[in-house]
Nanobody
Framework: QLQLVESGGGLVQPGGSLRLSCTAS????????LGWFRQAPGKEREGVSC????????TYADSVKGRFTISRDNAKNTVYLQMNSLKPEDTAIYYC?????????????????WGQGTQVTVSS
């Protein structure tokens, strides 16, 4: 089974930046579309950003467009989420996910492989 491990979360002030990373053990990620999802207390899970297996196609939620950038390094078996201009409403647990489906669908479904999540808190 694919095991995903996120890192890079933490506490940051509004306007600050964080970079999340997600790596996989046991299996290469290069055949999977990858995505970042988040869930805040009392809210539904949201697909934040997804990237195709090649890295050539990406999708973003409207709430993060222009502020977040997803990327992947298949040689390092890692996907990243660069988060800039963070807002308090970005506070959530962020999860990495993987599935062998088209990237256009990835952020709108429940992927089959998940990490354990990393907390991001944006507060002054």
């Amino acid at each position: 089974q694919l095991q995903l491990v996120e890192s890079g979360g933490g506490l940051v002030q509004p306007g600050g930046s964080l970079r999340l990373s997600c790596t996989a053990s046991r299996f290469p990620l290069n055949g999977f579309a990858l995505g970042w999802f988040r869930q805040a207390p009392g809210k539904e899970r949201e697909g934040v950003s997804c990237i195709s297996s090649s890295g050539g196609a990406t999708t973003y939620a409207d709430s993060v467009k222009g502020r977040f950038t997803i990327s992947r390094d298949n040689a390092k078996n890692t996907v990243y989420l660069q988060m800039n201009s963070l807002k308090p409403e970005d506070t959530a647990i962020y999860y990495c996910a993987a599935d062998s489906i088209p990237v256009q669908a990835m952020c709108n479904i429940t992927p089959r492989n998940w990490g354990q999540g990393t907390q991001v808190t944006v507060s002054s």
